[in-house]
């Protein structure tokens, strides 16, 4: 079993993860100018795949913030639909899920 501590330290370095990603996609985005118009086709289209990362990102990092939450109101690993212990194995692959497995959307 592994200690919610832990558990903290890995959603933590998730979130600077997380920030860091987007802090990056953010200044590719404010970077690109071309004055080329088929350049510029080609960076649209990186945009956008850019601001689909990004949205991912964000999602993702809410969910961090919300488990870190959890963690520090004694609720972490309980699911917030139920209330029943969400398995460890599951914590293990997504340490920030609000939900059991039979609850899982």
């Known amino acids: 079993m592994t200690p919610v501590q832990e ?3 890995q959603l933590e370095t998730r979130r600077r993860t997380l920030r860091a990603r ?3 996609i953010e200044g590719e985005l404010d ?11 080609i960076e649209r289209e990186d945009d956008e795949v850019l601001e689909g990362i990004g949205l991912a990102a964000q999602r993702e990092l809410r969910m961090v913030e919300a488990a870190l939450e959890r963690v520090a109101t004694g609720e972490y690993g309980l699911c917030v639909r139920c209330g029943e212990a969400i398995a460890e ?12 497995q039979r609850c899982a959307p």
Do not use: N, V, Y
């Not at 970077?31 to 086709?41: H, I, V, Y």
């Not at 194995?89 to 059991?100: A, G, I, K, S």
């Open 7 to 9: 558990r903290k330290r």
């Open 31 to 41: 970077t690109q100018d071309s004055r080329d118009w088929e350049d510029r086709a």
């Open 22 to 24: 987007l802090e990056r």
């Open 89 to 100: 194995e599951r914590l293990d692959l997504l340490p920030h899920t609000p939900f059991c």
